[in-house]
């Protein structure tokens, strides 16, 4: 059956492979976490596709993975590397060889688990531990085979299989699921959990002809009068139709994936789109905030590049590392360059990238927004990610500009941030003083680490101060008890979400529920943001 996939997706179909030491722009280590899997709402960006491929194990036997699946089987993949250390610690773990045992081919015979040793220099002396040349060319982290005992086969690749996957990263160990209609899902960098989660992330989550679409929206901001492009990522089994509606946008419909449409009226304006297959229909809503940058922009406002830098400015102290040199610095399309390898973007197709690939004397880079336009005390929220840290760490500081946009009028707002965890979107916040102007994001690196991506900077009118229950804002959102030793409880009709947020401005909380259990936390000053009704507001809380 022909598989259908109706989002962006970008293959990666070559790499520079080596030995031991991995060097930028090919597969590394990713850090050994013991008990981690990949979470989230599991939406389209999570999923890929895969170029088929034929290969032959250790033993000799060949695999299919396009037969496998076309006899209804799930496939799991272990990609990994003989010198990888990682690699050799989620071996040891036994997690594959009691699914293949379970639910594989030593079991119910439901799913097909296999190892691809990904390096295509390395030997099977290598792949069995038993090479005396620990050299660069030669290491072994282990004996993969475990002595021959365990009963998973080992596809030692002769080319880079591992490319073959749409949504591969770069790093190794990475454990692939692939479903029976044809995608792909990554089960995080390493997955040390039971073979029953496997089983049931399979049967539960695996597209199949009898599932509603996926739908995510791609709304860029718009520049009034100016048209820009909004489109959506699918995820379905089985052709689909489109049904767009854009208020107040010309044209006012259409039934195609993407449709370039104009707004001539500024401001906050929906945008739906009905995607429908055999199995149903899914219904997608957005807003697009139209602005006018010779004016400046008023909050809310969010900016994701999905229709380039928009109203932003870029300024870079070097050319070493400018986009033009495919070296990252400016908006690019997440995982589009081997070497940029950020999988995915927070949200959409694109994100910004601060790029210290390359050697200088000078890292510093600006990210600037556009002239604001604030009536109050303002949050600004953004996320951010680190392509690796074993480079050193990814640094940015947020500044801002009572004045103008030039460099040297900014100041800092709050700490560096200084990122200690790779490959994996963060979200951090500040608020904004009620006469900042414009805003600024200084990358702050002091020699070549590796690339820094931000997405989905966001400004949001915020009620400010410490408030406890006899103190209620203009959104009537009341916390109490305020100081709190424990719980703290949040009276607010419609609500949404509530995000507790610590001094340095990472968020170390997410509720949906009136009541947030802080007892676990440090003491200090929390801010607590609120979203209920489509507002939002802040207000300062006290754990002791």
């Known amino acids: 059956m ?5 989002f962006a997706a970008t293959l990666l179909l070559s790499a520079t492979m080596f030995a031991q030491e991995p060097m930028k722009g090919e597969i590394r280590c990713a850090d050994f976490n013991e008990n981690s899997m990949k979470g989230g709402d599991k939406g389209v960006s999570d999923w890929g596709t895969f170029t088929n491929f034929t290969a032959t194990d250790m033993s000799g036997v060949s695999h299919d993975i396009q037969a496998y699946l076309d006899a209804g089987k799930y496939v799991v993949i272990d990609f990994f590397c003989a010198w990888c250390g990682p690699c050799y610690s989620f071996h040891q773990t036994g997690t594959l060889e009691n699914l293949y045992n379970t639910y594989g081919q030593g079991g119910t015979n439901e799913f097909v688990v296999l190892y691809v040793e990904g390096e295509t220099t390395n030997t099977p002396d290598q792949i069995s531990g038993t090479t005396t040349a620990q050299t ?7 004996d993969f085979t475990n002595g021959g005992t365990n009963p998973i086969p080992i596809i030692d690749a002769t080319e880079d299989l591992v490319y073959n996957v749409s949504i591969y990263d770069g790093y190794v160990p990475r454990v692939y699921l692939f479903c029976p209609s044809g995608f792909v899902y990554q089960m995080y960098s390493v997955v040390t959990s039971s073979a029953e989660a496997y089983y049931n992330f399979a049967t539960t989550n695996c597209p199949t002809a009898s599932t509603r679409p996926m739908v995510d929206i791609i709304a860029p901001s718009a520049t009034l009068g100016q048209p820009v492009t909004i489109s959506a990522d699918v ?15 010309s044209p006012a419909t259409a039934t195609t994936q993407s449709a370039t449409v104009t707004w001539n009226t500024l401001g906050m304006h929906n945008v739906s789109v009905v995607v429908t297959n055999a199995a149903g229909s899914t219904t997608a809503n957005a807003t697009v905030n139209v602005i006018d940058c010779s004016t400046g922009i008023t909050a809310p406002y969010e900016e994701s590049f999905e229709g380039g830098l928009g ?17 990252g610095f400016g908006v690019r399309a997440a995982g589009d360059d081997i070497q940029t390898t950020i999988g995915e973007a927070h949200s959409g197709n694109n994100v910004f990238l601060f790029s210290s690939y390359n050697q200088t004397s000078d890292y510093t880079q600006y990210l600037i927004s556009p002239e604001l336009h604030l009536s109050g005390e303002t949050q600004l929220s953004f996320y951010l990610y680190a392509q690796a840290t074993n480079y050193g760490n990814e640094k940015c500081r947020v500044m801002v500009s009572t004045t103008n946009n030039n460099p040297s009028s900014f100041t800092n707002l709050g700490d560096e941030i200084s990122m200690t ?5 963060t979200e951090f916040t500040r608020t904004l003083p009620a006469n900042t102007k414009y805003v600024a994001f200084k990358y702050t690196v002091t020699n070549d680490t590796w690339f820094l991506g931000i997405d989905d900077i966001s400004f949001t009118s915020a009620g400010g101060g410490t408030q406890g229950i006899n103190d209620v804002n203009a959104t009537n959102v009341k916390l109490y008890p305020n100081p709190t030793t424990g719980n703290l409880y949040i009276d607010a009709e419609g609500l949404q979400k509530v995000e507790i947020i610590d001094a340095a401005g990472r968020i170390v909380m ?6 947030v259990n802080m007892s676990h936390l440090a003491n200090g000053v929390y801010t607590v943001r609120v979203m209920a009704n489509g507002n939002s507001t802040i207000q300062k809380v006290v754990k002791k």
């Open 2 to 6: 022909k598989k259908v996939l109706l």
């Open 136 to 142: 660069y060319a030669g290491y072994s982290a282990g």
């Open 235 to 249: 995820l379905s089994v089985g052709d689909v139709t489109y049904a767009w509606t854009f208020e107040g946008g």
């Open 311 to 327: 109203c932003w400015t870029a300024i870079s102290n070097n050319t070493e590392n400018d986009d033009s040199q495919d070296n």
């Open 421 to 425: 965890t790779a490959k994996s979107w």
């Open 510 to 515: 997410t509720e949906t529920t009136s009541q």
